[in-house]
């Protein structure tokens, strides 16, 4: 009777609470669109980023659906490329095109890549022409004589890598695709030529990404193939239920293997990858993202593979003293193969930096929309430590699906924020999944000085405010006014130019390397630059890939913030050789060329 | 980075998943009066917490228990399409049973489903809700549901509406499971807020103290103590999650981490070699990257070696070895298991099969654990 009682009061009580519930404000959550886009654009409170769509990139990015297929590469490509192939001194941009696969039902002509000239500031704007494909040029005596471009790749085109393969100090250019990828060479005169048949690069599978590095410290730079799978059109898996045709998950192919390929000189190349040790572990990984980084610090280029799906690679050179490239996978070891739960996650963009100013170099990877994209924070020792959701970073990313991220200071104050472009891979994710969307918002976080970040991006630019479906994402100094610039690739949407235009009174640096072409690669790939400033210190590397499928300004820039004193730069360039240069004055950039004598180490 | 209590795929969890997901469905069940029907059993799971259904609640179509006993039979052989499937045809007809809408819910909730829907989950709770009022086991539904979308500041009062009256709403494994909840939300949430850390601890404070071996909270406070680097301190949290849940890869890739940061490398690489194990038998469901059988029953047999105490993965074992046909070893096997765990009933299970194997019965098709 009591029992019944004191049940009944409970259920009373319960009635009571679930009433007061009822009437309670609602939360204090504002409503969320699946896209994360406001329901009304707001404009900026401290403008730091204005599209600019007068900039003559015009350039309209085509994945060609085949919908009866839904082949997986219509929804992860593709990239583009910042490099100052004239000579001029201003970064162009070459932007990698998808072309129709089997079955697909438009019927057109392949389109090819396109290169984009940077004309310089026009009328107080940024101004790009396409280059077209045949192109005026010096003869030998002088006179001028048209000439094919001698670029126009028509593949399903993914990545773009310029690095200089020849160190005759002008970027080359590396595109990967759906097959066979694709080696130009810069010939100098505003021309280039396929080399891709006298390379010795043959890699017919699916290749995401590809990373340049002088792995075996020969004053060259070699190449690292990130593969994520076969695509055979004619065996195609189509994946669906009913009628309904949709995307595979990755599990349904099966992972490439990864390649290295030592630079022999002369655009010829050899592959090492069985006698350099590069055996994937388990059932392999689906590479996205390749970033050539010094995780020991020994002056040897180890190798961070982001892979979708499966666990990550962290290959550590041990290549000895013969100079045969040796590695040895440690991701598992040292934390970053898996997140913190111990489990692999669809690793996508990826950048490694310093962030929170202990002159060490934290890894982070875009990932899958609920699964948060990871920061790995470098702890003592080897080892790394997932810091994704006490750095801020885990609960804005959560249901977003990051592709192109890039840590980089877009205020000068002397700490590296963050940009991650973001778009679903599934098309009708919403169909599911009320929370997620195909197209979504880029974000932009800043950083608070200490490694922990917060989202601001709808307070610097409307950029920020509208979906799409990001995937490539190239950051440099487009207009050489000392801020860094992006540009991004959507999906099936035409190029997004943004121009840093923040307006604060920190103070910047900015270093282009020069190696000397012998001992380490001419464009310094590899590099570290520790700069100190006041009272403040700073560590950068010069990465031969980074963020998704995109190369970056090879520029290193630092702000500083308020410090107004000239700084020192302490250059380990690839060779070893460690470089001094003092009295550094701020707010422009130098050029350092490698000097000094023997490199330490006697590396060949 | 998920901290949600049981939702990563270790073996203990992917056993109890069927359990943990029908606790709230079976609660409610268990007692609801019933007509012509004996009451589902609990099948396996903890002890249903406290059902508060009213006294003059209709009792429960008997057709609606056989249909959810069906759907959980669906459920616990790996069958979660036609499990959620069915779900809907039992709401389309019994639109008023709060238990035929928190059976679906918890379909949606598997921990283990890789295509679950996470917003069905969510609005299959509500229509409980509205059926069957603000109950304990709804709520609860509802919680994890928005949790699982990000609507942190929707779930937080509701599991403060279940944990902070005195005594809670739920209690037991249910209320540690509550609080784990609640303090993952500080640590996503509130991870640059003031006080979020604060409440993170207090909450798994207060779940260690319902439940002193609750595996997700000694993990998570373990983390949280190397990320201050108090690594000393994690281990006795991770020993405790060890011996909780052995088959938690999560667990062991912290302690390899945590040991090799204090140069305890021999130790680390115990754990190092667990994590890889579970992970390469976890990682992938797929025919292109699954281990294949010959494989799996190769990385049972190390686990056993190197990690005897998850008795799942004994079973595990025992099912693989079967599947390859090898009769005597898994009778033998079922033998050393029967040693260490004495008339454990799933271990007598497999050992009968394998008898009848032997004798020539064909051997039933062991449950995946994934697909539907």
């Known amino acids: ?604 | 980075m998920d901290f949600e209590p049981g939702s990563d795929r270790s073996s203990v969890r992917r056993r109890r998943a069927a359990a943990g997901a029908f606790a709230c469905a079976a609660a409610l069940l268990a007692a609801a009066p019933q007509q012509g029907a004996p009451k589902v059993p609990p099948a396996g799971q903890p002890p249903p917490t406290a059902s508060k259904r009213p006294d003059d609640a209709a009792p429960v179509p008997a057709e609606v228990v056989a249909e959810i006993r069906k759907i959980r039979a669906l459920y616990d052989e790996g069958r979660y399409a036609e499990s959620a499937r069915a779900g809907e045809a039992l709401c389309k007809v019994h639109k008023e049973s709060a238990e035929a809408w928190l059976t679906l819910a918890a379909v949606h909730l598997s921990p283990v489903w890789t295509r679950r829907r996470d917003a069905r989950a969510e609005s299959a709770s509500r229509r409980a809700l509205q059926a069957g009022g603000r109950r304990p086991e709804t709520l609860q539904s509802l919680a994890t549901a928005l949790y699982r979308q990000a609507k942190y500041d929707e779930a937080e009062p509701i599991l403060n509406e279940l944990i902070d009256p005195k005594p809670p709403r739920v209690s037991g494994d249910a209320l540690g499971d509550l609080y784990v909840l609640r303090a993952s939300i500080s640590l996503r949430r509130d991870a640059l807020a003031p006080g979020g850390r604060e409440r993170a601890v207090a909450d798994l404070e207060a779940a260690l103290a319902v439940v002193p071996d609750q595996p997700t909270a000694h993990t998570l406070r373990a983390q949280m103590l190397i990320a201050e680097g108090k690594l000393n301190e994690a281990l006795s949290h991770l020993e405790l999650a060890a011996k909780s849940d052995p088959g938690d890869k999560a667990v062991h890739h912290q302690y390899h981490l945590c040991l090799s940061r204090l140069g305890r490398r021999d130790e680390a690489k115990r754990h190092y070699e667990i994590w890889h194990l579970l992970n390469r038998l976890t990682d992938s469901n797929s025919a292109t990257s699954a281990p294949d059988p010959k494989e799996k029953r190769e990385i049972l047999a190390k686990l056993r070696e190197c990690n005897p105490t998850d008795w799942s993965r004994r079973l595990d074992l025992i099912e693989a070895q079967l599947e390859l046909g090898e009769v005597e070893a898994a009778r033998k096997e079922s033998d050393a298991l029967l040693a260490e765990r004495p008339a454990w009933p799933p271990a007598l299970r497999l050992k009968d099969v394998a008898q009848k194997a032997k004798a020539g019965e064909p051997v039933p098709a062991p449950d995946d654990g994934g697909g539907g």
């Open chain 1, 1 to 604: 009777m009591r029992r019944a009682a004191l049940v009944a009061g409970a259920l009373a009580a319960c009635a009571a609470a679930g009433a007061a519930h009822a009437q309670q404000p609602p939360p204090t959550q504002p409503p969320r669109s699946a896209t994360g886009a406001p329901a009304t654009v707001v404009e900026p409170e401290h403008p730091a980023f204005l599209e600019r769509t007068d900039s003559g990139l015009d350039f309209v990015h085509r994945r060609f659906t085949t919908p009866s297929k839904k082949y997986l590469p219509e929804i992860t490509g593709s990239g583009i490329g910042l490099l100052d192939y004239d000579g001029d001194g201003l970064l162009d941009v070459y932007c990698a095109q998808c072309c129709p696969l089997p079955g697909c039902p438009e019927k057109v002509e392949a389109p090819p890549d396109a290169l984009y000239r940077n004309l310089g500031r026009v009328g107080g704007r940024f101004r790009f022409e396409r280059v077209a494909d045949r192109v005026t040029v010096k003869s030998a005596d002088g006179t001028p004589r048209e000439t094919p471009l001698g670029l126009g790749d028509r593949a399903y085109s993914m990545s773009v890598t310029c690095p200089d393969v020849d160190n005759d100090g002008r970027p080359d250019l590396f595109v990967t695709n759906v097959g066979q990828d694709v080696l130009y060479r810069n010939n100098g005169d505003g021309t280039f030529t396929d080399v891709t048949a006298q390379s010795g690069i043959v890699d017919a599978w699916w290749t995401a990404a590809a990373a340049w590095g002088d792995f075996d410290r020969d004053g060259d730079l070699d190449l690292y193939l990130g593969n994520y799978g076969l695509i055979d059109y004619a065996r195609y898996t189509v994946c669906g239920t009913g009628d309904r045709v949709s995307y595979c998950s990755p599990d349904v192919l099966k992972a490439a293997p990864d390649r290295l390929f030592r630079n022999d000189g002369g655009f010829r190349f050899t592959d090492v990858t069985k006698e350099a040790g590069l055996v994937e572990p388990d059932h392999g990984g689906k590479a996205m993202a390749v970033i050539p980084f010094d995780h020991d610090a020994d002056g040897r280029l180890d190798l961070y593979v982001a892979n979708d799906a499966d666990p990550n690679f962290l290959w550590r050179n041990v290549t000895g003293a013969d100079g045969k490239m040796k590695f040895e996978e440690i991701a598992g070891e040292v934390g970053l193969a898996v997140n913190g739960q111990g489990t692999s996650q669809s690793c996508m963009g990826s950048d490694i930096a310093d962030v929170n100013g202990d002159l060490r170099f934290d890894v982070y990877s875009a990932n899958l929309g609920k699964e948060a994209s990871v920061l790995y924070l470098r702890t003592d020792g080897d080892f790394y430590e997932d810091a994704t959701y006490k750095s801020g970073v885990g609960n804005p990313t959560y249901l977003f699906t990051g592709f192109g991220v890039r840590f980089f200071d877009f205020d000068r104050d002397a700490d590296l924020d963050l940009l991650q472009v973001n778009g679903h891979v599934l098309d009708d994710v919403r169909e599911n999944d009320p929370n997620q969307s195909f197209e979504q918002v880029p974000l932009f976080f800043e950083n608070r000085g200490d490694g922990t970040f917060l989202p601001v991006g709808p307070k610097l630019s409307r950029f920020f405010q509208e979906a799409d479906v990001g995937r490539g994402l190239a950051v440099g100094d487009l207009d050489g006014d000392g801020d860094l610039d992006a540009v991004v690739l959507e999906s099936d949407h035409p190029l997004r130019v943004l121009e840093n235009v923040f307006e604060t009174s920190n103070h910047w640096i900015g270093l282009s390397l020069v190696g000397d072409g012998r001992k380490s690669p001419r464009d310094a790939i590899g590099a570290r630059v520790t700069l100190a400033c006041g009272d403040k210190t700073q560590v950068q590397e010069v990465h031969g890939s980074s963020s998704y499928m995109s190369w970056q300004d090879l520029r290193v820039h630092f702000g500083v913030g308020p410090r107004t004193v000239k700084a020192t730069a302490t250059i380990r360039w690839p060779s070893g050789r460690v470089q001094v240069v003092k009295e550094l004055e701020l707010d422009r950039y130098h050029v350092v060329r490698e000097e000094g004598g023997e490199a330490p180490g006697g590396s060949r």
